[in-house]
């Protein structure tokens, strides 16, 4: 089934497109409901393939390029699909179809069809067409191909295709995209319930055991409230390289202002890396800071600790015993050996990188500051990922532990 | 007409009723679509989108433009997979025992059938919306998955089964207040419905105001996608606050001379105070508005 293809190009996209679906997609295509066009194909699959706004971006581009310059063949897809789900019901065919089909049989189509299409793949750059206008395969109309197949005509299915080449729906991708509601939404899973202290709710379950041994005679049991647990220490880099990234930073920083979940949150700032102080404001006012040694004894190891940054740096600003680039506050201890006893003093740490996660491996300090810490890109999903391993159950690696008298690395 | 090579049978024509959308309901081709998907699969179409975008509205012009019932579950929070099924009102039979009222030993009697139960019961084909599917417990989907999928259940005091007669026409609505189970997803048809853009507006707003100026409708969908296209805003203004707003300015008959200068009954686009205080400042400063819609930089149109 020539189409089988495009299921497994969804799927090698990262959609989760499952059997059932792609068998609810068949059976609407042989209910006709697409009206044999390409845009009521697009709207069809869409629907039973895709259930998330978030993966209609994705499907579209793979749609865009598996069905490119499909818009001046309109009603090949589905008609092609019928071919090959059973040979027989030629008298579906358009005049030009049958004509064509007298001079190929079914075999031979398909395996050049297949051939062309996986010979588009590969052309991809050279935006040369498969099936369509002008080109120089036997499929399509207005080609160059002498005993090619006329197929379709004009029609109105330019729609759907400038729909999938807008990009219309790659605001929704959760992968780039960061709103304050969809980071509420990843940090959701910011939760460890414990009945520790708090206030305290009548047991029911315990209430009806307890009166029952006491035969009738009533006994209240009381038990401290289910209640989250987390609490949850900020640290985000300010100012130059951060400067691009002032929104989803922002916006992160909101939505763990918003999450009335938390047992406890605070923010502190800092400029590319953690030397002594940190700061209360992203003025990095040294009126206004604490000592990073204090800071680890405020808060103590079952904080879980977030930084944010794009541990991008010079080398020296990492591991220098000077490098602190504000020469002010000039350190004796290398910026990496206070990361080191932050990810060692809190139970879990995570840092997220709003930089594109290709770039992480050209930057030597990220490559250096992700072997320390579990890093995650600042995106929706990222943050979901980030979220799971503050909480979520313990993975076990071995990170590098730096020896503690390391300080001139 | 052809079969189907995994055997299952194909009708010649469709075997069912088309959604084609109705006079007071401007649904998208995709929509329409996605509607029809649902219908022929007789699987139950989940409608996302952001909210006033008219997800609840859908199912009732869905149910009109096939001329079938329709019958609502509105979810809570506390809502219970089984109160869609039916209610056994121990209470009430308690009652009736301890004062002698109604028929007692009859069980039957006690049992109410919920929504689900009863367009299953129904003679003739019904549509359901479940709305805002979101809103209740994270495993109340996966409590309704077999339900819905088999379209039957049992009723546990009885041992009787309710069985669908005739296969409803499912509608559910979600606001993405949470994640659905994916084992769910994979039932159900999914449409989401786009934020209209300026042409599309124009289109729902002649709807509902078919008479309003036209030079004050250009103003007044300027200034909406304007302040949609503000990122500071914490909500962002709907469809349906957009329709309150022109019919308040209407009734007001404001002058689309003032509607340049200022943005009056801001309270029925926007609910929320930083917001309103926001926008108002940057009107008190002085900040410039756009004239004209190719002003409005990145928005989606």
Not at chain 1, 186 to 205: C, F, N, V
Not at chain 2, 14 to 29: E, Q
Not at chain 2, 218 to 229: A, G, M, P
């Amino acid at each position: 089934m020539v189409f089988l293809d495009f299921f497994f190009a969804l799927r090698e996209a990262g959609l989760k497109v499952t059997l059932q679906e792609w068998r609810m997609l068949l059976t609407c295509l042989e209910k006709g409901l697409h009206d044999s066009n390409i845009k009521g194909f697009y709207h069809v699959a869409r629907a039973c393939l895709v259930k998330s706004e978030a993966d209609f971006d994705t499907f579209d581009l793979v749609f865009a390029r598996y069905f490119e310059g499909i818009e001046g063949a309109i009603e090949l897809p589905p008609e092609l699909l019928e071919w090959l789900a059973d040979p027989h019901p030629m008298e579906e065919l358009s005049e030009e179809l049958r004509r064509a089909l007298e001079h190929l049989d079914i075999d031979e189509l398909m395996r050049r069809f297949r051939e062309t299409m996986a010979e588009q793949t590969e052309r991809h750059d050279g935006g040369s067409r498969w099936v369509g206008t002008g080109g120089r395969s036997p499929f399509g109309h207005g080609g160059h191909h002498p005993t090619g197949i006329r197929v379709g005509g004009p029609g109105g299915g330019g729609m759907a295709m400038k729909v999938m080449e807008d990009r219309s729906f790659a605001d929704y991708r959760t992968d780039v995209t960061l709103d304050v509601r969809n980071v509420k939404l990843a940090l959701r899973r910011l939760r460890q319930l414990t009945r520790s202290d708090g206030p305290i709710e009548l047991d029911i379950d315990e209430t009806i055991d307890k009166t029952c041994r006491e035969a009738g005679e009533i006994e209240l049991v009381f038990r401290p409230k289910r209640k989250n647990d987390v609490r949850l220490l900020l640290l985000m880099d300010v100012g130059g390289t951060m400067d691009p990234y002032f929104e989803p930073v922002s916006r992160l920083l909101s939505a763990l202002h918003e999450e009335r979940g938390l047992r406890d949150f605070k923010a502190y700032y800092f400029h590319n890396c953690v030397y002594e102080r940190v700061f209360e404001t992203a003025q990095l006012m040294r009126k206004q800071s604490i000592a990073t040694s204090d800071l680890m004894r405020t808060y103590g190891e079952r904080w879980k600790l977030m930084i944010v940054g794009d541990a991008a740096m010079h080398p020296s600003e990492l591991s220098s015993s000077r490098g602190n680039i504000n020469p002010r506050l000039e350190t004796e201890t290398s910026g990496l050996v206070w990361l080191d006893r932050l990810e060692h003093h809190f139970d879990r740490s995570v840092w997220l990188n709003p930089d594109d996660v290709q770039q992480w491996a050209m930057s030597g300090t990220c490559r250096t500051i992700s072997s320390l810490f579990p890093m995650y890109p600042l995106t929706v999903d990222g943050i979901e990922e980030g979220v799971k391993a503050l909480v979520g159950a313990r993975a076990e690696t071995a990170r590098p532990v730096l020896a503690p008298g390391s300080a001139g690395l | 007409m052809s079969t189907s090579a995994n055997g299952s049978s194909t009708a010649a024509s469709p075997a069912f009723k088309r959604f084609a959308g109705t006079t007071d309901y401007i649904a998208s081709a995709s929509l329409v679509d996605a509607v029809n998907c649902a219908l022929a699969l007789e699987r139950p179409l989940l409608v996302k989108g952001e909210p006033g975008t008219g997800k609840t509205l859908l199912a009732r012009h869905v149910a009109e433009g096939l001329g079938l019932p329709l019958d609502s579950w509105h979810i809570k929070s506390t809502s219970k997979a089984e109160d869609g099924l039916y209610v056994y009102d121990t209470v009430q039979r308690l009652n009736d025992a301890r004062f002698g009222d109604g028929n007692v030993r009859d069980i039957r009697s006690y049992i109410r059938l919920g929504p689900l139960g009863r367009v299953f019961t129904a003679k003739s084909r019904q549509v359901l919306l479940i709305d805002e599917i979101d809103k209740a417990d994270l495993e109340f989907p996966n409590d309704i998955l077999r339900e819905i999928d088999e379209m039957r259940f049992t009723v546990l005091e009885t041992g009787d089964e309710v069985v669908a007669v005739q296969r409803p026409m499912v509608i559910i609505t979600s606001n993405n207040e949470k994640e659905l189970p994916d084992a769910f997803l994979r039932r159900c048809v999914f449409h989401f419905i786009d934020f209209p853009d300026v042409a599309q507006m124009r289109e729902i707003v002649a709807v509902h105001h078919p008479n309003v100026e036209k030079t004050l409708l250009e103003q007044v969908l300027l200034k909406f996608y304007w302040l949609r296209d503000q990122k500071e805003l914490r909500k962002r203004p709907s469809t349906s606050e957009l329709i309150d707003w022109i019919t308040a300015l209407v009734r007001a008959g404001v002058d689309p001379a003032r509607l340049e200068a200022e943005v009056p009954f801001m309270g029925a686009l926007l609910k929320n105070e930083q917001d309103t205080r926001a926008i108002e400042s940057f009107v008190a400063r002085g900040g410039k508005t756009p004239k004209a819609f190719s002003e409005l930089g990145g928005l989606r149109r």
